[in-house]
Every structure is written in C-alpha cells, then in structure tokens.
C-alpha cells in the first residue's frame, strides 16, 4: 500500500511537470511586468530624480500646505521633455474629470506646448497622509528643482502686459516672493521662468536678476549660481528668509533645509523648536559662527578705532537687567527667523584668519557636543569692564560686573572689515562647574532720563587696536548653551493685544500675605467720577497706607502708563494727631508687546522714627488686567536727642525706580561715573524698561524715528 502511494505519488508528479513549469514561468512574468509597470510609474511620478532628463517646474510657495488646487495659488509643477510624439489622451483619462483644476489644466497646456510630456506637482504628487513620504519630498525638493531643466514660476498676482522694471510694479510686490517655501524654488534651478496670471512669460530669472535682488536681498551671485551657497555666511543665508512667511512655523525652519544642505526629520507640531533644531544642525555640518551675530551692531565708531575711543552714550540710563523673558529669549540661538533680518551684513571669517587677527599662537577649534546641560562649548572672551571707556556702564546688582564678557565670532561686519564682532554676554554665578552663558546687550538713552526711546548694541567690532588693549584679559571660557525652555502655553497673540482699559487686582498670595503681617485690605476699583483710579487701603494698628495707582491709555490702548502715589499715615508719640508722607513712585511705561512683569518700585519714608519702605509691582495676567505685588517694610530707627524735627514730622522719603535719582545701590554697582547705558539681562525686572519692539510702536506711532533691534531680549 505505502509503495503504490508513493508510486503514483511519483508519476502524478512526473507527469505534471511541464504544465507547473509553465505556470511557474507565467507567474514569474507576471510579477516582472507589474513590477515593470510600477517602476515606470514610480520614475514618471518622480521625474526630476532622472539624471540629464529635461524638466521644467513652476513653483508654489506652501508645498506643505497643499492648498485645494482651485485656491488662487501658485503650483509646483515639475516637466519632463520626451523624443516621442505625445500619445493622444485615452477615454477615461484625467482629462475628463470635470473637478480638474484649471491651474493644472494650464500648467499642462504650457508643459505640452514646451515640449514636456510628465508634470510633478507639489501640491497634489505628495501623499500628505503619509508621513514619511512627506518628509522625504520636503528633504528631496531643493535637489528635485535643481535638476530640473526649468522652473516656472506661476505669479497668480501679477497681471499680463505690465512693465516688471517700473516702480510699484505688480511683478516687485508680488505675494510668491514673500512665501518662506520659494526662497529654495528661486535658488535652486538654473533656469527659471516667471509666469502673469494668464500663463504668459515675463522674463527669466537671468533677464530679470536686478529686479529679484533687489526685492529678495538674494545676491546675483547666489541667484545665478555664479557662486556656490556656502560662499555666502550662515547669516546671510539665514537674512534672505527672515521677512518671509509661512502657514506653518516649523516650516520656516523645513524650507531652508535645501539652503544649508542638511537633512532633519519633519515633525509637524514642535513649533518654534523646528528652528532651534535647523540651527543646531547648522552649527555642527558648518564652521561658521555668524550664526550667533543676531540683532544690532554698534555702529557709532570709526573704521578700525580702539572702542575705548567711542563715543559717550547719552545721559539719563539706569542699570536694567531684565528682558522678562524666558531663557530661550536669551540663547545664543536665535529664538525667530525674523530677528535675523540684519545679518546680510555679516560675513563669516575662518578659524585661521581669527587666530591670525587675535595674534595668538594656536586656538582650538570650537566643537559643539549635547549634553544633559545643554550644548558644551568653548569660546574667547574679553571681559566686557576692559573693552569700553571707564565708567561707560551700568552693570545689574543680579550679575556683576565681573561675569559680563564680549565672546569673539568669527565673523565681521561689512561697514568693519578686518574687526571680529564681540557679542554681548554674560555668565550668571554657578555653585558648580557648569556655568551657562546667556546673551544680554547694551541699552542706550541718548534722549535723556525721561524719555523712553533707546538704540541697542548686541554686538561690538573688536579691531586690532581694541584687541591689541585687551589681549592680556582674553581668556578661553568653557560654557553650556541651556537646551530650550519648555513652551509657554500663555498665548503670546494675547500680550500683542490694546487695552481696552487697565483692571488692578489682588492675588490670594498677596493678601494672605498683608493679613500676615498685620493689614486690612480694601481695594476699591475705578468709579464713574474716578474712571482710571485705583484705590488700595493697608490699615493695621501702626499705620495707614492709602495707595492710588491712576492709569492713562493712548493710541487706542496700544500704550499705557500707570502712575502710583502713596500716602501714609502714623499716630503720634504721646498725642492723638497723626503724621503723614507722600510719596510717588516712577511712573509704569509699556505698549503691546505687553511684558509679563514691570518691575518693581520702592518708596521710602521715615516718619515718628520709623522708617517705612513700600515696594509695588505689576504683574500682566490678562489684556486690560494686571496682578498688583505690593510689600511692606517697617523698621524702627534708634532714637537721639539730635533726631531732626524734620524726621520727625516725616518729611524725609526716598524714591527708587528706573529714572530715580535717589538711593542709585538699589539699582546696581556702579563701575565708575556711568551716564546713559544699560546693561539688560534676564534676571531682574527694574523700572521703565520696554524692549526694542515697544520702543518702535511708541516711536511710530507718535512720529518719532528709533534706532532699534528686532527685539531688546538680551
């Protein structure tokens, strides 16, 4: 039995050989020409990938938006020329489908008549479902239109028949040259065609170069590819795309990838952190420390002159250390794109040439390692006291003088050639040995103490001259960029908002606090006879403290100032009668954008041989509404037969604040006899300190012209 099975076994299978072996073959042929099929279509799909194949794009600025093909906006497209004759379009084809885009229909129609035969469209080729097919075509676009024989660049704004070289044209102010994702589509391929709304031609990027340089700051140059990116400084690149816009903010960051040929995963809903991540990258594929020259150079200074040379810096400043921010604000990475504006001045100088203008015999090269502290580094300083006349600055009580350096770049402006920047910066006291360094910058009141328009210096050129003076106190500081904070879930669109008026009130802390130390609190809010004042009564068996904060809106609540004045009050030794003082506090100045605190202000009045020192505070909760801080200090003073009458009738009180003139150590140290600067950190919120953006809304607003950065963070 078992031999008969295996015997038929075996001739059923002798017998059916040929028919398995032909059925074999069929499949295998088969599975060859679907696997055929999908190469060709993967190959038509993604044309540009073919080397010397003649192609043509027309691009579009959000490719990562993908936008509904019939929104008025620009397409990507990307066109391949064939030698074979356009085969006509079969029954069934997507010709016929009537919820085709006329933008696509277009877009084919010139593609055709050009002699290309595949289109690639950003828009609608990408499979936006699938992540990794999107991070792929995001990391891949700058190569994509770089091998492409042409780019067409659809201007959906610009109408046919108008001149692009006259002033005011249609072509100069066009939208497509505002969108983040058309710097690397303007860049990158070689020949490039600029289409009106009605797909006629208005010139090449070659025919049109002045026009394009003029309004993109792009350089011939680099738009011609006469020279190679990496000719141009991480700043300048950075310059070129810092007034431009994108729907998502991680795409500022994705659409400059191309730009500095670096790959980085996209990962949609990071934020901010997309350009933090750009950055970090940069700085290790790329020796070039202009990324860290952000914001204003100090420019008031001759070609080449020692800084101790410098003009004064005006009168009327105080010591400021606080940029109310968190300390991403004060990174040595740029927090935005757009406070990147200026670096189109600054170029990059090689490690020799900085070892060579430093004149030392050797300096290591800078390595950037991540660690649990942040990024681990070493940089040259110069401390900041040695470069500036004596006595130029101000330095905060919170960081002393001591711990404020200029680190040396390696890179120059334009307007000082052959002088390194020094960047603004200081290293708060640490308990160990890892000492992080933050920015900060100079603060500079040329209008006097009353006023509230300042200039800022971030950066100063290190000529020969100065560093030749302060070689001596150069040294190598090993310091840690902190990693990013986490982010803010406080919408910053709320603090770019106008009061509409100004709401004062307690927090339970603050009460509970007063009560401790003995007071009653009443605050009374604004009535219709006092419209704008607050009233806050202290009452405890000692003293009476009435506070009356009056505020004031202008430029329809886009800027505010809050007055304070404070009366108190004291039962006599031996008598039924009181004494009283006034005091007024400096004056709260802001305008959108709204600083989370503004600082403290501190009165202080010596009444019946008590000293009484008052300190006040804002706090920004909401638009219209801010938290009243509010402490008290009472101190009894020995009593002398030479006690002054005048003491005792309390007619002596003290004022500190940002222009207080009085009690100068309760704001910082002063490094000799200071007129007119600022030093502005992080850590301490004085008085009347608005940052550059406030300073421009006040100044624009009224009329009045500021010398300013993008931001007065430190």
Excluded at 409 to 417: D, K, N, R, S
Aim: net charge negative; charged share 25%.
């Amino acid at each position: 039995m078992e031999e008969g099975i295996s015997a038929n076994g075996h001739n059923a299978t002798s017998t059916s050989a040929p028919r398995r072996l032909r059925d074999s073959l069929k499949r295998v042929w088969q599975f060859l020409l679907l696997a055929f099929a999908r190469a060709l279509h993967f190959c038509i799909h993604l044309a540009g990938h073919w080397p010397g194949a003649k192609a043509s794009l027309l691009t579009e600025p959000e490719p990562t938006s993908f936008p509904d093909p019939l929104v008025e906006s620009a397409r990507t497209l990307s066109l391949h020329r064939s030698q074979l004759d356009d085969p006509p379009a079969p029954r069934g084809s997507v010709w016929d489908d009537p919820d085709l885009s006329q933008k696509v229909r277009e877009a084919c129609r010139v593609a055709r008549e050009a002699g290309y035969r595949y289109i690639w469209i950003d828009s609608c080729c990408i499979d936006k479902t699938s992540s990794s097919e999107l991070s792929e075509s995001i990391n891949s676009m700058y190569l994509w239109y770089g091998i492409a024989d042409e780019c067409y660049a659809y201007l959906a704004d610009v109408p046919p028949g108008k001149d692009p070289h006259s002033p005011g044209s249609e072509f100069r102010s066009s939208r497509w040259f505002t969108r983040g994702w058309t710097l690397q589509e303007l860049i990158a391929p070689p020949r490039m065609k600029f289409l009106s709304n009605n797909w006629e031609v208005i010139g090449t990027k070659l025919t049109l170069v002045d026009i394009v340089e003029e309004v993109t700051t792009v350089p011939r140059e680099a738009l011609l590819q006469l020279e190679p990116l990496e000719e141009f400084s991480v700043a300048q690149r950075l310059s070129w795309a810092a007034k431009r816009e994108t729907t998502r903010v991680e795409d500022q960051a994705y659409s400059l990838l191309g730009i500095f040929d670096i790959n980085i995963p996209t990962l949609y809903g990071e934020g901010e952190r997309a350009f933090r991540r750009l950055q970090e990258e940069i700085l290790r594929r790329v020796p070039d420390q202009s990324l860290f020259a952000f914001k204003d150079v100090y420019m008031e200074i001759g070609v080449g002159h020692d800084l101790a040379q410098c003009p004064p810096f005006g009168a009327g400043a105080s010591a400021v250390s606080g940029t109310y921010g968190n300390t991403s604000e004060r990174s040595l990475f740029a927090l935005r794109l757009d406070i990147l504006v200026n670096g189109g001045e600054i170029r990059a100088v090689s490690h020799g040439d900085v070892i060579r203008r430093l004149r030392l015999p050797y300096l290591p090269a800078a390595q950037y390692t991540s660690t649990p502290h942040g990024i681990h580094t070493q940089l040259p300083v110069i401390p900041f006291a040695h470069t500036l006349p004596p006595g130029a600055v101000w330095y905060p009580t919170a960081i002393p003088q001591s711990r404020w350096y200029l680190v040396i770049l390696g890179c120059e402006h334009i307007q000082h050639p052959g002088s390194l920047l020094g960047r603004v910066c200081y290293i708060p006291p640490s308990e160990s040995d890892v000492e992080y360094l933050y920015c900060g910058c100079v603060r500079i009141n040329p209008m006097g103490p009353e006023e509230i328009y300042y200039t800022y210096a971030h950066l100063f050129p290190l000529s020969l001259a100065t560093i030749e003076r302060c070689r001596e106190h150069m040294t190598l500081k090993t310091v840690y960029i902190s990693h990013p904070e986490r982010a803010s879930t406080q919408s910053d669109f709320a603090r770019r908002q106008p009061h509409a008026t100004i709401n004062l009130s307690l927090q339970r802390m603050t009460r509970d606090t007063l009560h401790t130390q003995g007071y009653a609190v009443e605050l009374r809010s604004p009535d219709e006879d006092h419209p704008t004042l607050h009233r806050l009564t202290l009452s405890s068996d000692a003293q009476t403290i009435v506070i009356k904060y009056e505020h004031v809106l202008e430029d329809d609540g886009w800027w505010m100032m809050i007055k304070a004045r404070a009366t108190i009050s004291r039962p006599t030794p031996d008598s039924d009668n009181e004494i009283t003082a006034e005091a007024e506090f400096t004056d709260w100045r802001d305008c959108a954008r709204w600083q989370p605190s503004l600082g403290t202000r501190t009165a202080t009045s010596t009444l019946a041989a008590v000293t009484v020192k008052v300190m006040l505070g804002l706090d920004w909760a909401a638009p219209s509404h801010y938290f009243l801080r509010i402490n008290v200090v009472t101190e009894m003073l020995p009593i002398t037969p030479s006690a002054s009458l005048e003491t005792a009738q309390g007619r002596e009180h003290r004022v500190s604040g940002a222009s207080g003139q009085a009690d100068k150590q309760d704001i910082g140290t002063k490094a000799g006899t200071s007129e007119g600067v600022v030093l502005w950190t992080d850590d301490d919120a004085l008085p009347g300190m608005l940052d550059s953006d406030t300073a421009r809304g006040v100044g624009e607003e009224r009329g009045m012209s500021t010398e300013r950065g993008d931001e007065a963070d430190g």
